[in-house]
């Protein structure tokens, strides 16, 4: 009897051990923020920051590894199947929850391959010009694209992201015609969009915003129902006369399926001390974003919710991609 009673007791502290050691992420090997855009967007910009902070309070390096295409599920799917061991996570963002919808087949499934860990951030989009359109505000914008129906380009960070969604729910608000342009992501975007290569985007706020200050783009409208702190000045899409538009991004990490409850808690942990931080939130308003922080549980709610109004968007706007 004695010795059964301590093999369980044994049997316990092992449990116990290896429980406190799966949440310590292991320092054998880097943490590496997966971003599924190149590097130069607002999901890389938010993944730097954040990697910079987190590997000061863990004690580890947090690496961040672009890996684009796809309307960013190659990233998605990189991690989905990925060791559950907390070193390789996803920076996901909205897109993935209209991905969810716009793809005819996914190789991964969003809600059930990856666990929320928690959300960074929120971003405006804004609808911005090359100086070459004459349009200064939205009812010029729109008589002009009324004029020339199908031949102003706008372009997007790829087929089935949040810009790519919003340029269609543009269209049919607005009556007017676009000719889409998809993109791997914000930096080559913006390269065509500066260059004059494409006429507009919806990108959001944080990769146009030096460009705008600087006078080389011109911002119309935000896409979301309030005005972003960053651009002030400018009215949402709803105030311009598009009642009810309200479309934004929002930004956050992700773990693979079946990484342990008590290592997504103490990766949570860590991260909401980031993201709320004074020297985080400083970051933040530099770049137009509005820091988050939420539990996972709090972060699975809106993926789901998010999921179910971009599906009835999709379904009305018949977006599909093979």
């Known amino acids: 009897m004695m010795a059964l009673r301590r093999q369980l007791a044994l049997a316990g502290a092992a449990m116990a051990f290896a429980a406190a050691s799966m949440a310590q992420p292991a320092s054998d090997r880097p943490i590496t923020l997966i971003v599924p855009f190149p590097a130069g967007g607002t999901t890389d910009v938010l993944a730097r920051t954040l990697a910079d902070k987190l590997s000061q309070a863990l004690g580890q ?20 199947k990925s060791r559950p061991d907390g070193r390789t996570l996803l920076v996901g963002a909205v897109h993935h929850t209209i991905a969810s919808s716009v793809y005819k087949k996914l190789p991964y499934d969003f809600q059930k391959d990856l666990l929320p860990v928690t959300t960074i ?34 372009g997007s960070n790829g087929n089935g992201t949040a810009q790519h969604l919003i340029g269609t729910q543009f269209q049919i608000a607005t009556g007017t015609e676009l000719l889409h342009v998809p993109y ?21 706020v944080t990769p146009v915003l030096p460009h705008i200050k600087a006078g080389k783009l011109r911002p119309l409208a935000v896409t979301t129902a309030r005005r972003s702190s960053a651009l002030p000045e400018v009215p949402t899409l709803d105030e311009a006369g598009l009642k009810g538009f309200n479309i934004g991004t929002w930004f956050g990490v992700l773990a693979p399926a079946g990484t342990p409850k ?49 599906a009835k968007l999709v379904k009305e706007a018949k977006v599909t991609i093979d």
């Open 121 to 154: 951030a929120l971003v405006p989009n804004v609808l911005v010009v090359n100086p070459s359109v004459p349009a200064k505000n939205l009812a010029e914008l729109v008589a002009l694209l009324k004029a020339k129906p199908g031949q102003t380009t706008y």
């Open 262 to 310: 008590e290592l997504v808690a103490r990766l949570n942990s860590e991260m909401v001390k980031v993201i709320q931080s004074p020297e985080f939130r400083k970051r933040m308003e530099e770049i137009g974003a509005e820091p988050v922080g939420n539990t996972p549980d709090q972060m699975a709610q809106q993926i789901r919710d998010e999921t179910d109004k971009f």
């Open 61 to 80: 390096t947090v690496i961040v590894e672009s890996k684009p295409g796809a309307g960013a599920t190659l990233g998605a799917d990189f991690v989905a």
């Open 184 to 204: 791997k992501g914000s930096g080559p975007l913006a390269t065509d969009l500066l260059g004059g290569q494409i006429a507009m985007s919806f990108d959001t």
